[in-house]
C-alpha cells in the first residue's frame, strides 16, 4: 500500500516541484550571499577604523607601531618562517595582525604583518590623526603644529581645530583649481585646436585667404588673452594653496612636515562618536562615486568609470534597438519562409554565442582600422596623421557591443511577433490599412514589452562585458569625459573608463593588492547596482506598456 502511495506521489509530479523550488531557493541563497559578501567587503573599507599603537620590547630594542587592524589570525608557530616553538603560547600557535601603517613615502610599504611576540602593550590613543592624501595614500602619526608660510600659527591643544579650519580652505582652493583647469583653460585649449585644425583644412582645401588668416588671428589672440588671465589666476591660487602646512610626529619618533595642499581630508578615528562615524562614512562614500581616480586607480572615486558604463551602454541600446528590431520584422513579417531564412535563423542563434573577445577584434579591424580610417580621410584629413575615429573610442565601443547583442534584440522581438493573434492583422487590413500602418501602429505597440525584454538582455550582458572594450576604447585613465561643454558637447571619438575593465586593472594590475583589494569589492558592488538600476527602469516601461496593450492582446 505504501509503495502504492509512494508511485502515485511520483506520478503527480509533486517531487520535481520541490526539487525545482530547492535548486531557486539554493540559487537565491548563493547570489544574495555573493552580493551580501561584496556589499560587505566593499561598503565596509569607507568606516573610518580604530587605530592601535602597538608596543614592542625584547632585550635588543623597543619599538611602536600605528596601524589600523585589517585582519587577525592565529596559526602555527612552525607555519612562520623565523620563529621558534618556544615563542608561541601553550598550543603552540600565535597570533598575527594585518595592518595598515600608511606612510608609503616613509616605511615604503603602507601594509604589514604584526605577531604578538613581545607585545607588551596596545592601546588606542586618541590623538592619534589619518590623513588621506592626493599621493602617497594615508599618513599615520599626531599632529605637533601648524604652520603659515613657515612660522608656526598653532601648537598643542588648539593645533587641532586651526588644522581642519585652514584644510578646508585648502580643499576650497584646490576645487578652484581643478575648475580652472579642466573647465575653462580646458575650454580654450579646446578652442584652440579646434582654429588649427579649421586653419589646416582650409589650407588642404586652398580656402585659406588673407581674410581667414586674419579672422583666425584675432580668434587665437582674444583665446591667448583670456588664457593668460586664467593662467596668472591659477598660478595666485597655487601660491595661496602653498601656504599652509602642519608637522607631525610618526611612529619612529620623527618629525615630518606635510603641506595642506597634499591633503585631502584628516580625522582622529579614536575620537570619533558612532553618528560621527556614520557622517563620515556618508561623505566618504560620496566621494568615492563622484570624484576622480588617483595613485593609478588604487585611490581617489571612480565616477568617470560609472559616467563611461551608462553612457555606452545607453549608447548601444539606443544603436542595437532599431537595427534588431527592422532584422526581426522582415524575418517573420516580410521574408518568405524557406531554407534560407532557417539558415539565417540558424546563424543568428549562433551568433549569440560566439565569445565576446571574437567581437572585439572584429571592431577593431572593421569599425576603427576599416570605417574608422576611412571616415578620417573623407571628413578630418586636418588631423592627419593624428587619427579621429581611426582610433578606438565610444562610438567604436558601442557599436561592437550593439553586435554582440543583435542576436538577442532579433530573436525576443521574433517571439514577441509570433505571439500577436493574426485575426488583429487580418482586422487592421480589412479596415483599409496599409501593412506597414497595421505594423507600426497595431503590431509593433503589442510587440514592445517583447522589444523591452530583449533590451533588458541586452543590457545585462553588455554593462558587464569587459574582452572586447579592451580593444575598442576603454582605458585605464581617461583624461575627459566623453560629454562635456565643449560642441559637439558629445565626442564619440574619446575613450572612456568602464567599471568591469577599472575592477580589472584595479584587482590584477595594481602594484599595492591589500589597498586595491577592498576597491574591487566596493566597485564590483556598484557595477551590480548600476547594472540592476538599468534593467529596473527597463523593467518598469516594458510592465507599463503590457498593461497599456494587455486588452489588446486578450
Known amino acids: 500500500m505504501n509503495r502504492q502511495?509512494?508511485?502515485?506521489?511520483?506520478?503527480?509530479g509533486t517531487p520535481w516541484i520541490w526539487l525545482n523550488a530547492g535548486a531557486v531557493a539554493i540559487a537565491l541563497v548563493a547570489v544574495f550571499g555573493l552580493l551580501l559578501l561584496i556589499l560587505f567587503r566593499g561598503m565596509s573599507h569607507f568606516w573610518p577604523a580604530d587605530v592601535d599603537a602597538f608596543y614592542y620590547e625584547n632585550q635588543q630594542n623597543t619599538v611602536t607601531v600605528i596601524a589600523e587592524i585589517i585582519e587577525s589570525e592565529t596559526v602555527p608557530v612552525d607555519a612562520v618562517p623565523g620563529l621558534d616553538e618556544n615563542q608561541g603560547d601553550e598550543k603552540g600557535n600565535v597570533?598575527?595582525?594585518?595592518?595598515?601603517?600608511g606612510n608609503?613615502?616613509?616605511?615604503?610599504?603602507?601594509?604589514?604583518?604584526?605577531?604578538?611576540?613581545?607585545?607588551?602593550?596596545?592601546?588606542?590613543?586618541e590623538d592619534v590623526?589619518?590623513?588621506?592624501?592626493?599621493?602617497?595614500?594615508?599618513?599615520?602619526?599626531?599632529l605637533n603644529a601648524v604652520y603659515e608660510d613657515g612660522e608656526k600659527v598653532a601648537e598643542g591643544e588648539k593645533s587641532w581645530s586651526e588644522f581642519i579650519?585652514?584644510?578646508?580652505?585648502?580643499?576650497?582652493?584646490?576645487?578652484?583649481?581643478?575648475?580652472?583647469?579642466q573647465g575653462d583653460i580646458g575650454a580654450i585649449n579646446y578652442k584652440l585646436e579646434r582654429l588649427r585644425l579649421k586653419e589646416r583644412r582650409l589650407q588642404i582645401d586652398d580656402e585659406l585667404t588673407e581674410e581667414a588668416i586674419s579672422s583666425l588671428a584675432v580668434q587665437r589672440k582674444t583665446l591667448d588673452l583670456e588664457y593668460k588671465i586664467l593662467l596668472a589666476e591659477t598660478q595666485k591660487l597655487y601660491?595661496?594653496?602653498?601656504?599652509?602646512?602642519?608637522?607631525?610626529?610618526?611612529?619612529?619618533?620623527?618629525?615630518?612636515i606635510v603641506p595642506l595642499e597634499k591633503i585631502v581630508k584628516a580625522w582622529q578615528p579614536n575620537k570619533m562618536s558612532f553618528l560621527s562615524k556614520v557622517g563620515f562614512y556618508g561623505q566618504t562614500l560620496w566621494m568615492f562615486i563622484s570624484e576622480d581616480p588617483r595613485e593609478a586607480n588604487t585611490e581617489g572615486?571612480?565616477?568617470?568609470?560609472?559616467?563611461?558604463?551608462?553612457?555606452?551602454?545607453?549608447?548601444?541600446?539606443?544603436?542595437?534597438?532599431?537595427?534588431?528590431?527592422?532584422?526581426?520584422?522582415?524575418?517573420?513579417?516580410?521574408?518568405?519562409?524557406?531554407?534560407l531564412i532557417r539558415i539565417i535563423r540558424i546563424a543568428v542563434n549562433n551568433l549569440a554565442g560566439v565569445p565576446s573577445i571574437v567581437y572585439g577584434v572584429f571592431g577593431l579591424g572593421f569599425f576603427v582600422y576599416f570605417l574608422g580610417g576611412n571616415i578620417d580621410a573623407l571628413f578630418f584629413p586636418e588631423a592627419s596623421p593624428a587619427p579621429t575615429f581611426g582610433t578606438p573610442g565610444l562610438m567604436w565601443s558601442s557599436?561592437?557591443?550593439?553586435?554582440?547583442?543583435?542576436?538577442?534584440?532579433i530573436v525576443s522581438t521574433e517571439e514577441g511577433l509570433s505571439r500577436i493573434p493574426t485575426s488583429l492583422r487580418e482586422g487592421s487590413l480589412a479596415l483599409g490599412a496599409t501593412k506597414a500602418e497595421t505594423l507600426w501602429r497595431v503590431i509593433l505597440p503589442m510587440a514592445s514589452p517583447a522589444i523591452m525584454t530583449g533590451l533588458i538582455l541586452a543590457v545585462a550582458r553588455a554593462a558587464g562585458e569587459v574582452a572586447p572594450l579592451m580593444l575598442v576604447g576603454v582605458v585605464k585613465l581617461a583624461p575627459s569625459l566623453p560629454l562635456d561643454g565643449n560642441f559637439p558637447f558629445l565626442h564619440l571619438d574619446r575613450k572612456f573608463m568602464h567599471l568591469g575593465f577599472h575592477i580589472y586593472d584595479v584587482g590584477f594590475q595594481s602594484p599595492n593588492v591589500e589597498a586595491a583589494r577592498p576597491l574591487v569589492y566596493a566597485t564590483s558592488f556598484l557595477l551590480v547596482v548600476v547594472i540592476v538600476s538599468l534593467n529596473l527602469t527597463a523593467i518598469s516601461i516594458r510592465n507599463r506598456l503590457r498593461e497599456k496593450y494587455r486588452a489588446l492582446d486578450g
Open 95 to 101: 597570533t598575527r595582525y594585518l595592518v595598515k601603517t
Open 239 to 256: 601660491q595661496q594653496i602653498n601656504r599652509d602646512s602642519i608637522s607631525a610626529v610618526v611612529m619612529d619618533g620623527s618629525e615630518v
Open 399 to 409: 557599436l561592437t557591443l550593439a553586435l554582440l547583442t543583435l542576436p538577442v534584440v
Open 104 to 125: 608609503r613615502d616613509i616605511l615604503g610599504s603602507d601594509f604589514r604583518w604584526l605577531y604578538d611576540i613581545d607585545l607588551q602593550k596596545q592601546e588606542r590613543p
Open 165 to 181: 579650519s585652514r584644510l578646508h580652505r585648502s580643499n576650497d582652493i584646490r576645487e578652484r583649481i581643478l575648475q580652472l583647469e
Open 129 to 142: 590623526m589619518v590623513l588621506e592624501r592626493i599621493e602617497w595614500g594615508n599618513f599615520y602619526g599626531y
Open 301 to 339: 572615486g571612480i565616477f568617470p568609470a560609472i559616467f563611461g558604463t551608462v553612457m555606452m551602454v545607453l549608447l548601444m541600446a539606443v544603436l542595437v534597438t532599431p537595427f534588431g528590431v527592422i532584422a526581426a520584422i522582415y524575418l517573420s513579417e516580410y521574408a518568405r519562409q524557406g531554407v
Open 5 to 12: 502511495k509512494t508511485r502515485m506521489w511520483f506520478k503527480s
